[in-house]
């Protein structure tokens, strides 16, 4: 059996507190583990789901609004920076189930600087999914092209626009060590599936009253 290397996770982790109070980010986790259904929420996602790229003109493209959920390939160990960000509540699933719920990692596309401007290179993966995009756009315009598979076909480039990452190294914070997964629509699961949750410390006899089935750590164990 191969042994896998101490910067990859058998844990893919979703967060639930970005731009939250920790009591609102808990709030949240019951109410997926009561749903058992993770998805976003279109009035309070801090992210929109028209993320734009950036093509190679420096120019923003909004995506369509089609559903996703995130989750980071971090060790446990190694999470306290994408707590930093993304709030100290969330949960953790099996790489294996996210994979069969149809989990796939995100295409990372760095940016280039030109004269102070980030911009895609033109010949990377987004630029080629982005200006593809267009000419579809235009030649379904110009002759009228309405049909099932007409729209199937421009959904799917947008599909392919939703597993693009762009980032840059020079940010103060760079995505790229996110090592996100996405999963397109959005995930159900049992109880059983859940892996391990993790909020601090004062919601422990709260949770465990609640959901006793499902294991727990502190996000403290992290955080220091």
Same mark, same amino acid.
């Not at 993770?38 to 493209?61: A, K, V, Y």
């Given at each position: 059996?191969?042994?896998?290397?101490?910067?990859?996770?058998?844990?893919?982790?979703?967060?639930?507190?970005?731009?939250?109070?920790?009591?609102?980010?808990?709030?949240?986790?019951?109410?997926?583990?009561?749903?058992?259904?993770?998805?976003?929420?279109?009035?309070?996602?801090?992210?929109?789901?028209?993320?734009?790229?950036?093509?190679?003109?420096?120019?923003?493209? +909004?995506? =369509?609004? *089609? !559903?996703?959920?995130?989750?980071?390939?971090?060790? #446990?160990? /190694?999470?306290?920076?994408?707590?930093?960000?993304?709030?100290?509540?969330?949960?953790?699933?099996?790489?294996?189930?996210?994979?069969?719920?149809?989990?796939?990692?995100?295409?990372?596309?760095?940016?280039?600087?030109?004269?102070?401007?980030?911009?895609?290179?033109?010949?990377?993966?987004?630029?080629?999914?982005?200006?593809?995009?267009?000419?579809?756009?235009?030649?379904?315009?110009?002759?009228?092209?309405?049909?099932?598979?007409?729209?199937? +076909?421009? =959904?799917? *480039? !947008?599909?392919?626009?939703?597993?693009?990452?762009? #980032?840059? /190294?020079?940010?103060?914070?760079?995505?790229?060590?996110?090592?996100?997964?996405?999963?397109?629509?959005?995930?159900?699961?049992?109880?059983?599936?859940?892996?391990?949750?993790?909020?601090?410390?004062?919601?422990?006899?709260?949770?465990?009253?609640?959901?006793?089935?499902?294991?727990?750590?502190?996000?403290?164990?992290?955080?220091?």
């Amino acid at each position: 059996m191969n042994k896998e290397p101490i910067y990859h996770s058998n844990i893919f982790w979703h967060f639930c507190g970005r731009d939250k109070t920790e009591e609102e980010a808990f709030r949240i986790l019951c109410n997926i583990l009561k749903d058992k259904n993770l998805r976003r929420n279109l009035t309070q996602n801090s992210d929109p789901f028209e993320e734009p790229i950036t093509d190679f003109n420096g120019n923003d493209t +909004l995506t =369509w609004q *089609i !559903q996703y959920i995130c989750f980071a390939d971090i060790p #446990f160990a /190694f999470l306290n920076n994408h707590i930093a960000t993304y709030g100290n509540v969330g949960l953790g699933f099996k790489r294996e189930f996210i994979i069969e719920k149809g989990g796939q990692p995100v295409l990372y596309v760095p940016f280039v600087d030109e004269n102070g401007v980030q911009k895609a290179y033109p010949s990377s993966i987004s630029s080629i999914i982005e200006r593809w995009g267009k000419e579809w756009a235009k030649i379904t315009q110009k002759y009228q092209l309405n049909s099932p598979e007409d729209r199937d +076909l421009g =959904w799917k *480039i !947008q599909f392919l626009r939703k597993y693009i990452k762009q #980032f840059s /190294f020079k940010d103060d914070y760079c995505t790229y060590y996110e090592r996100e997964w996405r999963i397109i629509n959005h995930l159900e699961f049992e109880e059983k599936d859940v892996t391990v949750v993790i909020f601090p410390k004062r919601f422990s006899k709260e949770f465990s009253n609640l959901y006793p089935n499902i294991s727990y750590t502190v996000s403290e164990l992290i955080l220091t």
